[in-house]
């Protein structure tokens, strides 16, 4: 099994990877670099639930993408009630 700590460089490692798609899916440097660390906060935080051997970058990516569809309800439903 893997260290903590090769976890969390193999974590950290993969953040260029990332970035550009927390880009993608913000359209925003700020909400990306938000989303980021988050995702990252999130990996560390969960190493547990990660299973030796799968695709940390697809784990990484997935985490990401569900943080950010998260995000995306919250924000659709405080509009919502606003308007």
């Known amino acids: 099994p893997m ?8 974590v950290v490692q993969s953040t260029p990877t990332l970035k550009p798609f927390a880009i993608n899916l913000t359209r925003d440097i700020e909400a990306a670099d938000d989303l980021l ?7 560390l935080v969960n190493h547990d639930k990660y299973a030796d051997g799968t695709n940390l970058k697809a784990w990484l990516f997935t985490i990401m ?3 950010f569809i998260n995000n995306y309800r919250r924000m659709m439903k405080r509009n919502t009630i606003i308007d």
Do not use: G, M, P, W
């Open 3 to 10: 260290t903590q700590s090769e976890f969390n460089n193999l």
């Open 37 to 43: 660390q988050e995702t990252v906060y999130r990996a």
């Open 65 to 67: 993408k569900n943080i």
